[in-house]
């Protein structure tokens, strides 16, 4: 199952896609890692799902990674009688702490933290950001509000803040069970909601110990802010464009992509651009011309991989969704203008001497105008490092960890296989020459470039390079 492309997909499933065929399709489509949304999956069958993907990745003999997707807090307003009522522009509304029904003039606001933490000026947006108040005074156990844009309030409608910080964890009591159930049936990702601060992401990497990689979701302006440091601490982020959108201008929103894709190169780290991709195929079977141009965006930015939300969770088209987000990727990476265009974001290394060598290897490559560069790696940061200068060949990670081989599907332009450690130098330049002809990526008398840490199997060890011919007996032993 080589790919003709470089740039991941990342396919959410859902009701339209949990059937171990659908699976089977979608990875065929052109999938490579699976999304599992735990705001709709119930704890109980998470293990059920992790082992349909599995029994799929076996069949298939890729590696496929999982990223399971936490809930977060969801902040909502209280209920109302009749359900709902209509608010008037200009008309003062309260957010209170009591319990009782809300009315055309107040409503419950069942976050006593947020009720702390409004100040005069503050922006409350309700059910995506359809109304809009502004907090206009506050005391303890309410928020006066003016309503600035204003339209119908019903029962238990979501909450934004984009002006406050809220002294509430990222993770609810349901997120750390889904947690401990996620890490059990083994996960490759974890994906984390309302981050806010690097302390979010630390916590989250503290329960999991290793076990999954933690993906940091930017969907909230005050993660914007502290978005070094967050980015820091994570080992990948996701551009969660939809909740940005609403908790800022839009118009922001493809500066701010623009920024964290570039900021998460930098730092070789993987990055995920997310929502409303392809989001007319939730009911058509093509997409509009725009959304083609928004994929297309992202993959000309060099990120490393592009998501489906509804497209392949619900909508009527899912195999269609990934298949048309396939050829968007294939096609842009074929453009004349791709390589450039993408290598002239590419950061300098640091001083260290695994970047060198990473370095060294895509200047070679180029150079030579090699077609693979196989990397030896325990623990996948050789890979991560490679990806990172955005090479025009293949990147072959070779690895005896399940684990690294199915994280590393995840990241741009990484071919994962999962083999026995090399015993020696000449095992390790013979079995990479084997299998970049067997996976498709060289023939006889083509060059590679193998790079590796000797001693082997030693983590962070990345000290070699060498060029090897691809030669018969590789091609009979493949």
């Given at each position: 199952?080589?790919r003709a492309?470089r740039?991941?997909?990342?396919a959410?499933?859902?009701?339209?896609s949990e059937?171990?065929?659908?699976i089977a399709?979608?990875f065929?489509?052109?999938a490579?890692?699976?999304r599992?949304?735990m705001?709709?999956?119930?704890r109980?069958?998470l293990?059920e799902?992790?082992e349909m993907i599995?029994?799929?990745?076996?069949k298939f003999?890729r590696p496929?990674?999982?990223?399971a997707?936490?809930?977060?807090?969801k902040?909502r307003v209280g209920?109302?009688e009749g359900?709902?009522?209509m608010l008037?522009?200009g008309q003062?509304?309260?957010?209170d702490?009591d319990?009782?029904?809300g009315?055309?003039?107040r409503?419950?606001?069942?976050h006593p933290e947020i009720l702390?933490s409004?100040?005069p000026?503050?922006?409350?947006l309700?059910d995506?950001?359809k109304?809009?108040l502004?907090?206009?005074?506050?005391?303890q156990?309410?928020a006066?509000?003016e309503?600035e844009?204003a339209?119908?309030?019903?029962?238990?409608?979501g909450?934004s803040?984009p002006d406050?910080v809220i002294?509430?964890a990222a993770?609810t009591d349901?997120?750390r069970?889904?947690l401990e159930?996620a890490l059990?049936?083994?996960?490759?990702?974890?994906?984390l909601?309302?981050?806010?601060?690097?302390?979010?992401v630390a916590e989250?990497k503290?329960?999991a110990?290793?076990?999954?990689?933690?993906m940091?979701?930017l969907?909230?302006?005050?993660?914007?802010?502290?978005?070094d440091?967050i980015?820091?601490?994570?080992?990948?982020?996701m551009?969660?464009?939809g909740?940005?959108?609403?908790?800022?201008p839009?118009?922001?929103?493809?500066?701010?992509?623009?920024?964290?894709?570039?900021?998460a190169r930098?730092?070789?780290?993987?990055?995920v651009v997310?929502?409303?991709m392809?989001?007319?195929?939730?009911?058509?079977?093509?997409?509009t011309?725009a959304?083609?141009?928004?994929?297309a965006?992202?993959?000309?930015d060099g990120?490393?991989?592009v998501?489906?939300?509804?497209e392949?969770a619900?909508?009527?088209?899912?195999?269609?969704?990934?298949?048309t987000m396939?050829?968007i990727?294939?096609?842009?990476e074929?453009?004349q203008?791709?390589?450039?265009i993408v290598q002239?974001?590419?950061?300098?290394p640091?001083?260290t001497g695994?970047?060198?060598i990473?370095a060294?290897?895509?200047?070679?490559a180029?150079?030579l105008?090699?077609k693979?560069i196989?990397?030896w790696?325990y623990?996948?940061?050789?890979?991560?490092r490679i990806?990172?200068?955005r090479?025009?060949s293949?990147?072959?990670?070779?690895?005896p960890?399940v684990?690294?081989a199915r994280?590393?599907?995840?990241?741009?332009?990484v071919?994962s296989i999962?083999t026995k450690d090399a015993?020696?130098?000449?095992d390790?330049?013979?079995?990479a020459?084997?299998?970049?002809?067997?996976?498709?990526?060289?023939?006889?008398?083509?060059?590679?470039?193998?790079v590796?840490?000797?001693?082997?199997?030693?983590p962070?060890?990345?000290n070699?390079?060498?060029?090897a011919?691809?030669?018969p007996e590789?091609?009979?032993?493949?």
């Open positions: 199952m080589r492309r740039t991941k997909i990342l959410t499933l859902g009701p339209a059937s171990p065929e659908m399709k979608l065929e489509a052109g490579d890692v699976f599992l949304n705001s709709h999956l119930p109980e069958r293990k799902r992790v599995r029994a799929v990745e076996a003999k496929i990674a999982i990223l997707d936490l809930q977060g807090p902040l209920a109302f359900d709902s009522t008037v522009q003062t509304f309260t957010l702490a319990k009782t029904l009315t055309g003039d409503v419950h606001l069942p702390s409004l100040e000026g503050d922006t409350v309700v995506d950001g109304l809009r502004r907090v206009k005074s506050v005391k156990g309410s006066t509000t309503v844009v339209g119908k309030i019903s029962n238990r409608k909450v803040l406050t002294p509430v993770m349901k997120d069970s889904d159930a059990d049936a083994g996960v490759d990702w974890i994906a909601s309302f981050v806010q601060r690097p302390e979010d989250v503290k329960v110990r290793g076990r999954a990689l933690v940091a979701k969907e909230k302006p005050q993660a914007i802010t502290r978005l440091e980015m820091e601490i994570s080992d990948a982020v551009v969660a464009r909740d940005l959108g609403v908790e800022m839009l118009e922001k929103v493809p500066g701010i992509q623009k920024r964290i894709v570039r900021a930098r730092l070789g780290k993987p990055v997310a929502t409303q392809l989001e007319s195929m939730i009911t058509s079977p093509v997409p011309r959304e083609v141009s928004d994929v965006t992202a993959v000309y990120a490393d991989a998501m489906l939300s509804a392949s619900s909508g009527q088209y899912p195999i269609e969704a990934v298949a396939n050829r990727a294939e096609e842009v074929q453009d203008s791709y390589w450039s002239t974001q590419n950061a300098a640091e001083a695994s970047d060198a990473a060294g290897a895509h200047q070679i180029d150079t105008n090699l693979a196989a990397a790696t623990s996948g940061s050789t890979a991560f990806a990172r200068e090479p025009n293949t990147v072959i990670a070779l690895t960890s684990n690294t994280r590393l599907a995840l990241v741009w332009g071919h999962r015993s020696d130098i000449d390790m330049a013979f079995r020459c084997k299998f970049s002809v067997r996976e498709g990526h060289s023939q006889v008398g083509d060059r590679i470039i193998i590796a840490g000797v001693p082997f199997g030693t962070g060890a990345t070699m390079v060498r060029i011919f691809v030669s590789h091609a009979a032993q493949a």
